[in-house]
């Protein structure tokens, strides 16, 4: 059974960082591409960030790029995003996705229970 276990969530004040950590089991993580979505109250998902299955090459959108550090652990088996300058609009639920890319937001993806991110003075 393929399990993701969020982590690392919490409140932070504007300008602050946390790192989010993804514990996986059930499949080949080092062989998956993975993925970090968020969903903030009363918006739809959103993808934040991918990473390829050796770790080599990242992906993010422009609204993230150079504040979020994705990352991945292979013998651990273990998914982080690094959140840096976090602005009030980063609020969300945050969810690590067994996908790639755009797949990270299909109903049927693999995600998991998420970890709440609240960005507030």
């Known amino acids: 059974e393929v399990q993701l276990v969020e982590s690392g969530g919490g409140l932070v004040q504007p300008g602050g960082s946390l790192r989010l950590s993804c514990a996986t089991s059930g499949f080949l993580f080092a062989k998956s591409a993975m993925s970090w979505v968020r969903q903030a109250p009363g918006k739809e998902l959103e993808w934040v960030s991918t990473?390829?299955?050796?770790?080599?090459?990242?992906y993010n959108p422009d609204v993230v790029k150079r504040r979020f550090t994705i990352s991945r652990d292979n013998i651990k088996n273990i998914l982080y995003l690094q959140l840096d300058s976090l602005q009030p609009e980063d609020t969300a639920m945050y969810y690590c996705a067994k996908a790639s890319g755009s797949a990270a937001l299909r109903p049927e993806s693999v995600r998991g229970q998420g970890t709440q991110v609240t960005v507030s003075s």
């Open positions: 990473i390829s299955t050796g770790g080599t090459m990242t």
